[in-house]
């Protein structure tokens, strides 16, 4: 395979017009390797998010329903959320299993990280698997989340990603691979 040296952009200056506790949006001024100027190229910053595929002592699959505003729609997934500053994504994972679900089990093996947006975004998702998970206590979702805990079989949850059930593309990627990696 014939590869040419692709090379970086040159960043010569960054400012941040929407800086909150959840987004920040970075606008950079950028010369192409042309040489060519682009005055306004946005990025969106994050600290990334953690995904757990997490399973039960016989083998069946955690996984959540809840409302996602960004597209209106209800979605099944797997356990996921941001990793909070100064926190490890294996941290998040563990966290955000035990708050949206209840659930605990074996500490977090960490699967692979996946680049989720490399046009517009910084961000990473951090897959991680818990075996031997069980409900400890009552979820303690953030208050904008309504979720609803679902256990389902390892080819049940196959069949979801393949058929647009599990639907986020991000989460696709997950299922199949934890699915991939074995039991």
Not at 50 to 77: C, M, N, P, W
């Amino acid at each position: 395979m014939n590869e040419r040296r692709l090379r970086a952009w040159r960043v010569i200056s960054s400012a941040y017009p929407i800086t909150t506790p959840f987004l920040r949006l970075r606008a950079d001024r950028v010369e192409l390797p042309s040489g060519a100027i682009v005055d306004e190229y946005y990025v969106r910053e994050s600290h990334g998010f953690s995904v757990v595929f997490a399973t039960t002592s016989d083998d069946r699959v955690v996984l959540v329903r809840q409302y996602k505003h960004g597209i209106g729609e209800v979605v099944t997934e797997l356990p996921a959320g941001g990793v909070d500053p100064g926190e490890s994504p294996e941290s998040c994972a563990v966290r955000e299993l035990a708050e949206e679900t209840g659930y605990a089990g074996s500490p977090a093996e960490h699967i692979r990280t996946f680049i989720t947006d490399p046009t517009n975004s910084n961000s990473r998702f951090h897959l991680y698997r818990i075996r031997d998970a069980e409900r400890k206590f009552e979820p303690y979702p953030d208050p904008t989340e309504d979720i609803e805990v679902l256990l389902a079989t390892r080819d049940e949850v196959r069949a979801m990603a393949l058929d647009g059930r599990i639907a986020a593309g991000s989460q696709v990627a997950a299922v199949l691979v934890a699915l991939a990696a074995g039991p």
